[in-house]
């Protein structure tokens, strides 16, 4: 399995509403690489509904302002980046910070 077709075009949407290039850090994982990252169970990475995108204080609000308003409903903010996903078999609406 890879990244959902979903998750990239909501991806996308937000690169062309932010008009700034994404680094991506992670994207789709599988539950091994997940486990040697420390990577929550369960994780939306690990069915390819997630990814990090690294931030800067000047472009963190930006971005997660496009993530939004390409349709991302679960959003987690931390220090240097920003994780966003679609999975369909967790809560939304979600913010979370760290």
Same mark, same amino acid.
């Given at each position: +399995? %890879?990244m959902?077709l979903?998750t990239?075009v +909501?991806?996308? %949407?937000?690169r %062309?509403? =932010? %008009?700034?290039?994404?680094?991506?850090?992670?994207g789709y994982?599988?539950i =091994?690489?997940?486990?040697k990252?420390?990577?929550?169970?369960n994780?939306?990475?690990?069915?390819?509904? =997630?990814?990090?995108?690294?931030?800067t204080?000047?472009?963190?609000?930006n971005?997660i302002?496009?993530?939004? =308003?390409a349709?991302?409903?679960?959003?987690g903010?931390?220090k240097?980046?920003?994780h966003?996903?679609?999975?369909?078999?967790k809560?939304t609406p979600a913010t979370?910070?760290?």
């Amino acid at each position: +399995m %890879n990244m959902r077709l979903s998750t990239l075009v +909501m991806l996308q %949407n937000a690169r %062309n509403i =932010a %008009n700034i290039p994404f680094k991506i850090n992670s994207g789709y994982r599988t539950i =091994a690489h997940n486990n040697k990252v420390n990577g929550v169970k369960n994780s939306a990475h690990t069915r390819g509904y =997630a990814v990090d995108i690294a931030t800067t204080t000047a472009t963190q609000t930006n971005i997660i302002s496009a993530l939004r =308003a390409a349709g991302f409903k679960r959003i987690g903010i931390y220090k240097t980046f920003v994780h966003a996903d679609n999975d369909p078999s967790k809560p939304t609406p979600a913010t979370w910070y760290y």
